[in-house]
Nanobody, 123 residues
Framework: QVQLVESGGGLVQAGGSLRLSCAAS????????MGWFRQAPGKEREFVAT????????DYVNVVEGRFTISRVNAQNTVYLQMNSLEPEDTAVYYC????????????????WGQGTQVTVSS
């Protein structure tokens, strides 16, 4: 069982930055691939980024490539999403997720989910 708690969301102007954190419970965090997803009002939850258990492999959706960076510190049971050059289109609730399988863009590939943190980007 893994419990995930996101933090770091907030209101920021376009062009600004935020760093989201996801703190995980349990002693096996280092064996899980982690992902970030987001859901805007009226839209489906969409993939943002994923990272493998070691941090050696990362993958991003095209629209955030070069602006967002996913990273993890296994000793702290934490995964991060550094978001730079934010755009109003990035406004959404951001969720972190964990899977014991390989990193994936697929929503159904993740077993554990956090409660989400709101990110609002003003123009």
């Amino acid at each position: 069982q893994v419990q995930l708690v996101e933090s770091g969301g907030g209101l920021v102007q376009a062009g600004g930055s935020l760093r989201l954190s996801c703190a995980a419970s349990g002693r096996t965090f280092g064996s899980y691939a982690m992902g970030w997803f987001r859901q805007a009002p009226g839209k489906e939850r969409e993939f943002v980024a994923t990272i493998d258990y070691s941090g050696a492999f990362t993958d991003y959706v095209n629209v955030v490539e070069g602006r967002f960076t996913i990273s993890r510190v296994n000793a702290q049971n934490t995964v991060y999403l550094q978001m730079n050059s934010l755009e109003p289109e990035d406004t959404a609730v951001y969720y972190c997720a964990a899977t014991s399988g390989p990193p994936t863009r697929v929503y159904s590939g993740y077993k554990y989910w956090g409660q989400g943190t709101q990110v609002t980007v003003s123009s």
